[in-house]
């Protein structure tokens, strides 16, 4: 069965303080691995997507890497602004019923104080 | 990309009503997905809508206590039935291009 595991949990940073969240996935053929910002009171936005094992892509403080089983998203020296649940989710090859199901992880709280 | 627009954004309804929450896009697209997210939990498929056909249920979703509309290529509608505590949820529309899924900001029930 399809499956996301993301941890920790929650995640309590100092300004500037760097540090990786993880996202441990099983899947039967992955055609794409996505990270999503979600701010209290509002939906997922769209951070990446990657697609194969060895991608790695930027945007400001944020890097995400995937491997064959997981995926890290990397922060670096983070700001109070980068406070949010970050989503992981992986999107199947299998095609069922006209799409391809995306399945997600329970999200990891990132806290980042001053 | 797409924009889109959900109604209401929070709500506080007695158990044993109803509540539908709208969903409209920016343009149009052949599927739309409705999802559910439950306190601390992972983002769940409720179902699918296509334009012109009965919508495609998730297991352990069922169109009775889900039903979903989907008039036009821009709208879907789902409702939430009978309501009782446990469906206090956020629910939330999505739509998908080749790239990436779009959600809208969510509506946040709370079922007293």
């Known amino acids: 069965e399809d499956q996301v595991t993301q941890s920790p949990e929650a995640l309590r940073l100092q300004e500037g303080e760097s540090s990786s969240l993880n996202c441990s996935y099983t899947v039967s053929g992955l055609r794409g691995l996505f990270w999503y910002r979600q701010d209290p009171g509002k939906g997922p936005e769209f951070l990446f997507t990657?697609?194969?094992a060895g991608e790695e892509k930027e945007k400001e403080r944020l890097k995400a890497t995937l491997t064959k089983k997981e995926s890290f998203l990397h922060i670096t020296a983070p700001k109070p602004e980068d406070s949010a649940t970050y989503l992981c989710?992986?999107?199947?090859?299998?095609?069922?019923?006209?799409?391809?199901?995306?399945?997600f992880g329970a999200g990891t709280r990132l806290a980042v104080h001053p | 990309s797409a924009v889109i627009s959900q109604k209401p954004s929070r709500d506080i309804c007695q158990r044993g009503t109803s509540l539908t929450i709208q969903c409209q896009v920016d343009s149009q697209v052949t599927m739309m997905f409705w999802y559910r997210q439950q306190p601390g939990q992972s983002l769940t498929l409720i179902a699918t809508a296509n334009q012109g056909s009965e919508a495609t249920y998730e297991s352990g979703f069922v169109i009775d206590k889900f039903p979903i509309s989907r008039p036009n290529l821009t709208f879907s509608t789902l409702t939430v039935s009978n309501m009782s505590p446990e469906d206090s949820s956020i629910y939330l529309c999505?739509?998908?291009?080749?790239?990436?899924?779009?959600f809208g900001q969510g509506t946040r029930l709370t079922v007293v």
């Open positions: 999505s739509v998908e291009d080749s790239t990436e899924a779009f």
């Open positions: 989710a992986v999107q199947s090859l299998l095609f069922s019923g006209g799409y391809n199901k995306l399945i």
């Open positions: 990657l697609y194969s």
